[in-house]
């Protein structure tokens, strides 16, 4: 169920792919925990495994569409795996690469051939890059820019200003960048350039993070933009720097999850290898529930974001459903994997903190993750856009299969204007729900969804409630919680998983909606009629002793299942 270096096969890919990513863990697996360790703490640039990407073409590989190399591919699903590897030997690692991510993600939704062919070139060369969109002052905050273009009399521009939190940003062989004309004002003014971090007028200012990756902050001072450097201007610039965000925050997810694969095997054989009080820690009955917890958990993180791939690569200017499911990979999946660390934590205690585990950093790097790519709030807030469709307006779709073929995703490139999220339709979500009704806590979610939809349809929030963010973003938790279990729940049917695992998970999706209404009834806006609901719907998981332990089970295998090499 979990990933593990001992066993690792990607069968279900083709041959380059395979070696590519078994090449990846190998590497890893060959430099030992201890190198991985001391370049952490000390907080070492990874140019040992930029030089190994480079060497196997990792990037160029993964990262290059077909449109730009026929002989190449942009396939998420693989994409998606190695952000697990990657995440699973440590974030840093991952954030190279997600970045380059971000920063080709204008330049593969421009039309101008001569800079994507320079794009493309550059990721052969083994070069990484860069997005250059928040600004100390503003943040992501598109809207706002002080990176400023005058025109130069002769088709370009000169570029100044700065730009803050742009990873690779020391060594970036193309940064794409997003900055407003002097002479233009409003939307039409926007502009997306291409600018490389060797050049004179390039200044690197500084790391503004302790970190071994490199996130920075650098100022352009008169940087001469050719007309061959532009990507996009005026709206299609905007809907240029939310389109690549789209792309790029699903990747949040499977960094997550394999950040919490590699604490799991440590916290487990820990706990499960450790007497106190005359007994094994394991055999205590908060530990098990903590620890079968956490692993119900992350094989849930598990399910949606393998799920939420096959709607991804099903994508179309008529199925944009993957709108809903890219935020709530972001922001459901990222804060998940904050709970099982957390969980764990409270049973591994001190150890947790040891410099020479690889707990220690998951329990830092998880953190960041949700903070990433607009905060859980913003995504939140982007959510509750699908709510009404979601809920109550369900179309006809053909069913979307398990996508791992390998094939170009070249829609994520021409995603289109950003903007109609309110009328984007979906499949009935009450069909997978209805599917597992025999698992009484699926039935048990089920009463708390159908209780949800009646809150909307009677006690819909007010027009002052909807003005209030704090009791709208309970609001779209309670929402997510239905959202999340579908894709769970797909998936589930799609791999076969075991019914004790899944029976389990949504013991905790009951938890989490109970736990959720509770906070609704206490916020300083909830009518009377809205707390009534909120307590009415609380419930408790149905409970079985036979599948906590065999759930248990599956954790206590995970004890000395793997162990990274000194």
């Not at 609901?533 to 599956?554: G, K, S």
Request: aromatic share 12%.
């Amino acid at each position: 169920m979990l990933f593990n270096p001992r066993t690792y096969d990607p069968a279900q890919f083709d041959e380059p792919t395979r070696r590519l990513l078994r090449a990846t863990v190998d590497w890893f697996e060959s430099r030992g925990k201890k190198a991985l360790i001391d370049t952490y703490v000390d907080r070492t640039w990874y140019a040992d495994f930029l030089e190994f990407a480079a060497a196997e073409g990792l990037f160029a590989e993964f990262l290059t569409p077909s449109a730009a190399d026929p002989g190449k591919r942009w396939d998420t699903s693989r994409i998606t795996e190695l952000n697990e590897i990657l995440g699973f030997y440590g974030l840093g690692y991952w954030y190279t690469w997600q970045v380059t991510i971000l920063g080709l993600g204008p330049v593969w939704q421009s039309k101008n051939e001569a800079v994507r062919a320079r794009a493309a070139k550059l990721l052969t060369e083994g070069h990484v890059m860069a997005f250059g969109l928040s600004e100390r002052t503003h943040g992501a905050d598109i809207y706002s820019t002080d990176m400023i273009l005058t025109p130069d009399g002769e088709g370009g521009f000169t570029a100044t200003g700065s730009k803050y939190y742009i990873g690779n940003g020391n060594v970036a062989g193309l940064v794409s960048v997003f900055g407003r004309r002097s002479d233009v004002e409003g939307p039409e003014g926007y502009v997306f350039f291409a600018a490389d971090s060797r050049h004179d007028a390039y200044h690197l200012v500084k790391n503004v993070v302790n970190a071994q990756m490199y996130v920075s902050e650098f100022r352009l001072e008169g940087y001469p933009v050719r007309a061959e450097d532009v990507l996009h201007t005026g709206q299609a610039a905007f809907d240029a720097a939310l389109n690549t965000v789209n792309v790029g925050k699903f990747n949040l997810c499977t960094a997550s999850v394999g950040i919490c694969e590699h604490a799991m095997y440590e916290a487990v054989t820990h706990a499960h290898n450790r007497v106190l009080y005359g007994r094994k820690v394991t055999d205590f009955p908060h530990v098990r529930r903590e620890l079968t917890d956490a692993y119900a958990r992350l094989v849930a993180m598990k399910m949606f974001s393998a799920r939420a791939v096959d709607y991804f690569r099903t994508a179309s200017p008529e199925d944009r459903r993957y709108l809903l499911f890219n935020p709530m990979t972001k922001m459901k999946v990222t804060t998940e994997g904050e709970k099982v660390i957390d969980l764990m934590w409270d049973v591994i205690a001190a150890k947790g903190f040891e410099a020479d585990t690889y707990f220690d950093k998951a329990a830092k790097d998880i953190r960041g993750l949700p903070k990433l790519e607009g905060t859980v709030h913003v995504n939140l807030a982007l959510i509750l856009k699908f709510m009404g469709n979601y809920l109550f307006a369900p179309s006809d779709y053909a069913p979307v299969p398990t996508r791992l073929d390998a094939t170009d995703d070249a829609f994520l490139f021409r995603q289109g204007a950003a903007r109609g999220l309110g009328a984007i339709r979906f499949h009935d979500w009450r069909t997978a729900y209805d599917r597992h009704t025999q698992l009484p806590n699926v039935a048990r979610f089920r009463e708390q969804a159908d209780g949800f939809c009646e809150l909307l349809l009677s006690h819909a929030p007010s027009k002052e409630q909807q003005a209030d963010l704090d009791f709208l973003l309970e609001i779209g938790q309670l929402f997510a919680l239905i959202v999340y279990g579908q894709l769970v729940l797909e998936q589930a049917e799609l791999t076969g998983l075991d019914e004790d695992v899944l029976d389990q998970i949504f013991d905790a999706l009951v938890r989490d909606f109970s736990a959720h209404a509770t906070e609704l009834h206490g916020k300083a806006s909830t009518t009377p009629e809205q707390a009534a609901w909120a307590l009415a719907n609380v419930r408790r998981p149905v409970a079985n002793a036979e599948r906590a332990a065999a759930v248990w089970a599956r954790v206590e295998e995970l004890s000395g299942a793997y162990e990274m090499r000194p």
